[in-house]
């Protein structure tokens, strides 16, 4: 009996989707027609992607140094906090994730208004238009009707940069950076800056904290008598000096680039094809559901 039932099921079915297949089609392509209209007024996003290693610099500067452990108080003051047990790279990628320093690359190269008030952007021309609204570009500042204050400003461009900024991980101490935007060319520039930018900004970091080592182990060697701890200070000092030269003339403190970042011309979102024929089988599904829920 069940068996018979589940075959008149079945063959309704059957008879249902013959009787009204062009109906549903139709209506379906026409969803899915006006769903890819629908997606051409939305503004396309173009992603830029670099990959980089590790530096060789970041396994040369280990700042624990094994003598340290018989100096006392120099070696708590070298060992610092626990940012010694980061790597370089490490260290790099949690200012990635700060709102300070990011709200303050992005204000030192004027990106604010490219984050937040674009309206439209010509890929041919590379022309970008900004929301008149949001950001008077005449003045250079933002309304404030769309932002009251400097916080709120603030809020915005970090939320924005965090939305668009991506990094991948992957064996052997490689990263991928990878930035969203609706100029190609705004991206791309926006990652070489950044890697830049971090790369210096640690360097930089690194390089002051070393010059406050040398000051500290100088002060102590002059006032040590003890010549065991004299060898010692004097091996460390001369370390941070080397420490120094290299901090100086190094290009790529943290990051070295194997792919510098480019710019893929083909849009990442919305991706229209696929919208479209997911519109096209949802709205079969439902029009098949309907007409047998009503049979």
Partial sequence: MNETEA???YTKIINLWSQNYKLFLSIAIIVSSLTFLFTLFIEDIYQSSSKV??????????????NTSSLGGVSD???????????MDEIALEFLSSKEYIINFLKDNNYEPLLLAVKEYDLESDLIIFDKDIYD????????????????IEEA????????????KKPGSIYIFKFNHVSPFFSKEL???????????????????????????????SKNQITSIQLNLSSMLAKELQKQVYLETSESFVFESIDPPRTQLEPIYPMRIIISLFSFFVTLFLLFVYRLLKT
Avoid: C
């Fill in 157 to 168: 461009l970090f939320g924005a940069f965090e939305e668009n900024f991506y990094f991948e």
């Fill in 77 to 87: 003051f070298l060992s610092g906090s626990d940012e010694s047990v980061l790597s």
């Fill in 191 to 221: 990652l070489e800056v950044l890697i830049k930018d971090i790369n210096s900004f640690i360097q930089l970091r690194e390089l002051r904290k070393s010059k406050k080592r040398s000051t500290f182990l100088s002060e102590r060697l």
């Fill in 137 to 152: 570009e005449e003045k250079g500042q933002f309304k404030t009707t769309a932002f009251p204050d400097l916080q709120s």
């Fill in 53 to 66: 290693s590790r530096s060789s610099a970041v396994s040369y500067f280990n700042f624990e140094d094994e």
């Fill in 7 to 9: 075959s008149i099921d």
